[in-house]
């Protein structure tokens, strides 16, 4: 849907849709949020030792997969398809140049399952056939994503939101089930990717209801694949310097501490990962597009980032403060009471959230102005500056200094960002 400029919005106008729009996403939030809760509760509770690190070491292989096309393909796809009409040419091209790359970064995770089994899948102790139905799953989900973006860029947040909740309810569902019957933590997990795979059923229906999946044509216009894959540089970078980077990390701390010790990180970062997902899910629906509808209107742009700046700011030091209030009473009840030795790890890591959260609020405009070096060298500089932190950290401070180097990280990041986006800014 094209966006008006005939009348600046005010600052509290800004704030008010950004709020609006929170606010409708939501119930897709809060599934989300309540499924991820749930899944890590029962794999702390019957997964047994490491069950909350394989669980969060699957997750973050699917990550591997799946980031070129949800950080890259579809990042685009609604930045170019939001201000088209469905059945326009231009609205083909950039549908059929979305399908073309998803395929290729499918058929990219299936090489590196067949030439690297053993780093990817060692952890999990399984054989050729769970990689295959791993694969099979990854291609389910990134179908299922491709066409929430569709919805996303059209504004069917009403559908959006049905779609996720249901996502949520069916991966909980298959892992109870799957424990429940007494299948191994790996299993289980696979269980969870495929029953979340099946949410692509009904999203193509209501995209076909919808009139947005028309026909396309059986040769894809090389304009749009070549600038869609400008975003999936950018993805490249978050895939080697982030997904990657946190993949590794955890594989240094279950060979330094042992699975168990691992453990009482992990559920400060899982508790982290949630939120983030709440942040993630709110910013992707409520800002990004609307920056993106922004890109060449620096004064409203400017209105529009200034403003979520302060509202994260202050909803994020509020909302991260009464975590860290909680703190004694929050980690036994979401994992199990054991889990009440991690807190001394949580500090850190809120304040380097917080951090991230203004960060990535920031990084959002090179993003929407598909401003790929420049993403691309900040992903690099990040990741470089973890893996300096944490080799000076950790030996010093053993599990401490994981959050430690997360915080020194992002807060360096933060301050690099307030001073490169000045002019943005004010």
């Known amino acids: 849907m094209p966006v008006s400029t005939s009348q600046p919005e005010s600052r509290s106008m800004v704030a008010a849709r950004f709020l609006r729009g929170s606010v409708g996403s939501g119930v897709a939030v809060g599934a989300r949020t309540a499924g991820a809760l749930l899944l890590n509760k029962l794999l702390a509770v019957y997964g047994g030792p490491g069950g909350l690190t394989l669980l969060a070491h699957f997750q973050n292989l699917m990550a591997l997969f799946t980031t070129l096309p949800n950080d890259g393909v579809h990042v685009g796809v609604v930045k170019y398809l939001a201000p088209l009409r469905p059945n326009s040419g231009r609205y083909r091209a950039w549908l059929g140049a979305g399908l073309v790359l998803n395929a290729g970064a499918l058929l990219l995770s299936g090489l590196a399952l067949l030439l690297a089994p053993g780093q990817l899948l060692g952890l999990f102790g399984t054989g050729a056939g769970w990689g295959l139905t791993l694969l099979l799953g990854l291609g389910l989900l990134t179908a299922y994503a491709f066409v929430g973006a569709v919805l996303l860029a059209a504004g069917r947040l009403r559908a959006y939101v049905g779609l996720t909740v249901l996502l949520s309810a069916l991966g909980v569902g298959a892992v109870a089930g799957a424990l429940g019957l007494g299948w191994s933590v790996p299993g289980a997990l696979l269980a969870y990717l495929l029953a979340q795979g099946l949410t692509v059923l009904p999203a193509l229906v209501l995209a076909r209801r919808a009139g947005l999946l028309p026909s396309l044509r059986l040769r894809p216009s090389r304009l749009a694949v070549r600038q869609l894959g400008r975003f999936l540089l950018m993805a490249v970078s978050v895939l080697l310097f982030s997904k990657a980077v946190d993949f590794g990390l955890r594989e240094v701390l279950i060979r330094q501490f042992s699975l168990a010790q691992t453990d009482l990180w992990q559920a400060v970062a899982k508790l982290s990962d949630n939120y983030t997902m709440v942040f993630s899910a709110v910013m992707g629906s409520a800002y990004y597009p609307r920056l993106a509808a922004l890109s060449g209107q620096l ?128």
């Not at 979520?308 to 030091?317: H, I, M, P, R, Y």
């Not at 909680?326 to 949580?346: D, K, Y």
């Open 299 to 426: 004064g409203q742009r400017r209105r529009l980032v200034r403003t979520v700046l302060v509202v994260v700011a202050a909803a994020a030091a509020l909302g991260l403060g009464l975590l860290w209030l909680l703190r004694g009473w929050l980690l036994p009840l979401l994992f199990t009471p054991s889990f009440a030795a991690a807190g001394f790890l949580l500090a850190p890591q809120l304040l380097g959230d917080w951090a991230k959260f203004l960060t990535w609020t920031l990084l959002f405009q090179l993003t929407a102005q598909a401003q790929v070096g420049r993403y691309v060298a900040v992903q690099a500089a990040s990741a470089a500056l973890l893996a300096g932190l944490l080799a000076l950290l950790l030996p010093r401070y053993g599990l401490l200094g994981a959050p430690l180097a997360h915080a020194a990280r992002f807060g360096l990041v933060l301050a690099w960002g307030l001073w490169y986006f000045r002019r943005e800014l004010w």
